[in-house]
């Protein structure tokens, strides 16, 4: 089955602790992106890759790394997480051409605390 | 960069009536269109897109949706909602990277 994982699905963590958000898609798409949901502000893009090792700032980057070492895995990095990066984040991922549609992940609902 | 602006946060509709939500891009190069719906604690799923060709898409679940290249917009409708259609809708716009409007929720009342 075609899909984006995951993990963890939800995640209470203290200010500064350093945290991974995994990411991992079976069907050897080419972009995958990481957004943000809040409401009222919609999807905003943190990070995105167009393929291995090529990553590039979305419109809310601060606070994210990312790394793209394998096509399928793009885990997403908080060094230090602060409150307002409470929210709830998804992976998506879609092949090189426009008419791959957007597959997204379940979405990983964080409190920072 | 595109932008895309979705004209209402929130739209309460009864069971049975027809529905639009609206949706606007600014784009001044080719541009893909696509509406989304995530259901209450559930990811998004592509509800129809519009890449070329016929300017009425239809979707899934009795919906479609109209690109007006003139007006800039692709208005997403339904001529009769259900209870179940009680979700929240994203448009989005794809040229570079995808971009995605602020989001409208449809509550459909019995």
């Known amino acids: 089955e075609a899909q984006v994982t995951q993990n963890p699905r939800y995640l209470i963590t203290v200010t500064g602790k350093k945290l991974t958000v995994t990411c991992s898609q079976n069907m050897n798409h080419e972009y995958m992106s990481w957004y943000r949901q809040d409401p009222g502000l919609g999807l905003r893009q943190i990070y995105y890759s167009m393929n291995v090792e090529v990553t590039d700032k979305g419109d809310v980057p601060e606070g994210y790394k990312v790394s793209r070492k394998e096509k399928r895995n793009f885990p997403l990095i908080l060094e230090s997480p602060s409150p307002n990066q409470t929210s709830l984040y998804f992976c998506?991922?879609?092949?090189?051409?426009?008419?791959?549609?957007?597959?997204f992940g379940p979405g990983t609902r964080l409190t920072v605390t | 960069a595109q932008s895309v602006t979705q004209l209402d946060s929130q739209v309460p509709v009864f069971e049975e009536a027809p529905v639009e939500l609206r949706c606007n891009y600014s784009s001044s190069v080719s541009v893909y269109l696509f509406w989304y719906v995530q259901y209450p604690n559930q990811g998004l799923q592509l509800l129809l897109k519009y890449l070329s060709g016929s300017t009425l898409v239809k979707g899934i679940n009795g919906f479609e949706a109209e690109f007006n290249k003139s007006q800039t917009s692709f208005h997403l409708r339904k001529p009769s909602v259900h209870i179940s259609d009680t979700a929240e809708y994203f448009c989005a716009a794809l040229d570079n990277d995808m971009r995605f409007g602020a989001g409208t929720r449809l509550t459909v009342k019995p």
């Open positions: 998506a991922s879609r092949g090189r051409l426009a008419a791959y549609e957007q597959y």
